[in-house]
C-alpha cells in the first residue's frame, strides 16, 4: 500500500542535489586522475620499505649521540627568533593594521599598507628566507627578519579586519567629540582591539616556533639547520630526537598560551 | 588589559588639573603579576637578541643594501619566455594542495570523531587521537616532505601526503571541537526514539558540524597552497621545484616569474575561498557555494 519513500529527507531543490552529485564526482575524478598521472612507482616503494623499516627502527630510538651542543643551541636560536620576531614584527604589524583598516585609515596610506601586506602574506616564509639569507648572510638575523615580515603581515590583516568591525558609534562618538586622529586612534580604537591584538601575538608566537624550524632549511639559522644536517646524514635516531623536543615545546607553549587566554583575555 | 578601561573614553567630566587620572582598580597582586610578566618579556627579549647578535657578521650586514640593489637590478626584467614551462609546475602545485587537502579531511574524520568527549567510543581512545593530532600539528608540512621524499622518493605523491599529513591536526582538531560544541543532547534524543549508531551521527552530530566543517576544509586549501609552493625545495614537487633550480643557476629574472605566478595563485586562492567562507556561513551548501 505505502509506496513512497521508505526514509525521510530533508527536503531541498530539486537541482540541490543534481549540484552536489556533480560537485561529489568532479572531485573524485579529480583526485583519482591525479593519483593517476603521478605513476606510483610500486617497485620504487617496495625497494623503499626495506629502507623505511631501518630508517623507523632507528628513529625509534631517538639520541642526540654527541650533537646535543647543536641542538641545544639551535633551539635557543630558534626561540629567540621566534620570540624577537613576535615583538617586532607585532608592533610593524599593529601599525600595518591601522593603516589598512577602511574604517579609520585615508585611501592612499590604505592602499600602500594593504599591498604590503597582501605580498607578505603571499609569499611563503621559505621565499622570504632566500632572499633575507641573500641580502643578510647565513644566520638568525635572517631568520628573524623573515619572521617578523611574516608576522607583521599577519598581524596587519587580521587586525585590520578587527578594527574594521569596531562598532561605528564608539567612532562617530570620538568624532564628536572633536577628537583629533590620535585621540581616536589611541583612546578609542587601540582600546576596543586591545584583547584581539594580545590574541593575535599569542596565536603568532606559536606559528613563529613551528616556522623557525623549517627557515633554517635555507641557512636562516635556528634548529631547522641542525635537522637538515642530520637528515643529510641519515642519523635518523637524531632526527626523531629532535622533532620529539620540537612537539613536545610547541604542545608547551600552546597550553601556555591557553591558559594565558582564559586567565587574561 | 592594556589600560582598555571603558571608563577611560567616557572621560564626562575633565579631571581638575594635577589631579591623578583614573585608573582602573586592581588588586596588589594582579600589578606584581604584570609586573613580573613584562619584566619577564623583557628580560627574554634582551636574552634573545644577545643570541642573533651572536652569530651575526657584522660584514654582511653592512652591504646588505648594496646586495638588495644588485639583486633587485637582476630581477629586473623578468624573463617572461619561462611562463609557458612554469604554468605545468604551477598546475601540479595546485593539484598537490587539493589532494592533500581532501586526504587530510578523510583522515581528519575518524579522528576528530574519536577526539570528542561526546563521541568518543572508549577511554582510550580520546587520548591517542589527541595525540595523533597534536603530532600532525607540531610538525611543519616542510618537515613532513623532508621524511616523505626519503621513504617514497622525490615527486608530487610525497608532497600531496606531506600536505595532507600536515592538514589531518588542523582539521581534527577544529572538527572535535565543534563536535563538542554540539553536545550530546541531539544524538541523544535521537538514541531515545531508537536510531540507529549511524542515524545518530548522520542526524544528531553532522548538520551541526557541516558548516564549520566545510568552512575549515577550504580555508586549509588556502593554506596548503600557499604552503605547496615551497615544497619543491625539499624535491617534492610543483612549482618550488622550478624556483630551487632557478636559484640554484642564479637565474634571479626567471625567480620573479616565479613569484610573480605565486602572488597570482594565491591571491586568486584567497578570493575563492573567501567567497566560499562567505557563502557557507550564509548557509548554502558548498556545492551551489562553488557553482559561483
Known amino acids: ?265 | 588589559m592594556m589600560g582598555s578601561d571603558p571608563n577611560g573614553v567616557r572621560g564626562q567630566e575633565r579631571p581638575a588639573r594635577g589631579a591623578a587620572r583614573w585608573r582602573s582598580p586592581q588588586t596588589l597582586r594582579d600589578r606584581w603579576t604584570r609586573r613580573t610578566v613584562w619584566l619577564a618579556c623583557v628580560l627574554a627579549l634582551a636574552l634573545s637578541l644577545r643570541v642573533v647578535a651572536q652569530t651575526t657578521e657584522l660584514a654582511f650586514l653592512r652591504d646588505a643594501g648594496a646586495q638588495a640593489l644588485d639583486l633587485g637590478t637582476r630581477m629586473v626584467p623578468p624573463r617572461w619566455s619561462v611562463v609557458p614551462a612554469m604554468l605545468g609546475a604551477l598546475a601540479e602545485t595546485v593539484r598537490i594542495a587539493t589532494v592533500g587537502t581532501v586526504v587530510g579531511a578523510l583522515l581528519a574524520f575518524p579522528l576528530a570523531w574519536l577526539a570528542a568527549r561526546t563521541t568518543s567510543p572508549w577511554i582510550g581512545a580520546r587520548p591517542i587521537a589527541l595525540g595523533l593530532l597534536a603530532v600532525s600539528r607540531s610538525v611543519n608540512s616542510l618537515v613532513w616532505a623532508l621524511l616523505l621524499v626519503v621513504l617514497l622518493g622525490p615527486g608530487p605523491l610525497a608532497g600531496a601526503l606531506a600536505i595532507a599529513l600536515r592538514s589531518v591536526g588542523f582539521l581534527g582538531r577544529l572538527g572535535w571541537e565543534t563536535i563538542e560544541e554540539v553536545g550530546a543532547a541531539p544524538s541523544e534524543s535521537l538514541r531515545a526514539s531508537g536510531a540507529s549508531w549511524w542515524a545518530q551521527a548522520q542526524w544528531g552530530i553532522w548538520p551541526a558540524w557541516a558548516p564549520s566543517f566545510w568552512g575549515s576544509v577550504v580555508f586549509r586549501w588556502e593554506i596548503n597552497l600557499r604552503e605547496s609552493t615551497v615544497l619543491g625545495l625539499v624535491g617534492a614537487g610543483g612549482i618550488g621545484v622550478g624556483l630551487q633550480a632557478a636559484i640554484d643557476r642564479l637565474a634571479w629574472s626567471e625567480v620573479t616569474v616565479v613569484l610573480l605566478l605565486i602572488l597570482g595563485t594565491v591571491v586568486l586562492a584567497e578570493a575563492v575561498s573567501s567567497r566560499v567562507r562567505e557563502a557557507l556561513r550564509r548557509g548554502e551548501s558548498p556545492a551551489e557555494a562553488s557553482d559561483r
Open chain 1, 1 to 265: 500500500m505505502n509506496h513512497g519513500p521508505r526514509r525521510w529527507r530533508t527536503p531541498e531543490a530539486p537541482w540541490a542535489r543534481r549540484r552536489r552529485t556533480l560537485a561529489w564526482v568532479a572531485l573524485a575524478l579529480l583526485v583519482v586522475s591525479l593519483l593517476g598521472s603521478w605513476g606510483i612507482d610500486l617497485a620504487r616503494v617496495l625497494r623503499g620499505g626495506a629502507s623505511a623499516w631501518d630508517l623507523l627502527g632507528d628513529a625509534a630510538r631517538p639520541t642526540v649521540a654527541g650533537r646535543g651542543r647543536d641542538i641545544l643551541e639551535g633551539f635557543a636560536q630558534s626561540a629567540a627568533m621566534a620570540w624577537l620576531a613576535t615583538w617586532i614584527g607585532g608592533t610593524v604589524g599593529v601599525v600595518a593594521g591601522f593603516a589598512s583598516a577602511a574604517n579609520i585609515s585615508p585611501s592612499a596610506l590604505r592602499w600602500l599598507a594593504r599591498g604590503l601586506v597582501v605580498a607578505g602574506r603571499a609569499m611563503h616564509e621559505m621565499i622570504l628566507a632566500i632572499f633575507f639569507v641573500a641580502l643578510l648572510g647565513f644566520g638568525p638575523l635572517a631568520g628573524t627578519a623573515t619572521l617578523a615580515l611574516a608576522s607583521a603581515a599577519f598581524v596587519g590583516k587580521l587586525l585590520s579586519e578587527a578594527i574594521e568591525e569596531v562598532d561605528p558609534a564608539l567612532i562617530e562618538a570620538s568624532a564628536a567629540l572633536g577628537h583629533g586622529f590620535w585621540a581616536r586612534v589611541v583612546g578609542v580604537v587601540l582600546p576596543a582591539v586591545a584583547p584581539r591584538v594580545a590574541g593575535l601575538l599569542l596565536y603568532r608566537l606559536d606559528i613563529n616556533l613551528r616556522e623557525s624550524a623549517i627557515v633554517g632549511l635555507v641557512g636562516a639559522g635556528g634548529i631547522g639547520a641542525v635537522l637538515t644536517t642530520a637528515l643529510a646524514r641519515y642519523e635518523w635516531g637524531v632526527v626523531s630526537a629532535i622533532l620529539g623536543l620540537l612537539i613536545v615545546l610547541v604542545l608547551a607553549l600552546e597550553a601556555l598560551a591557553s591558559r594565558v587566554r582564559s586567565r587574561w583575555l
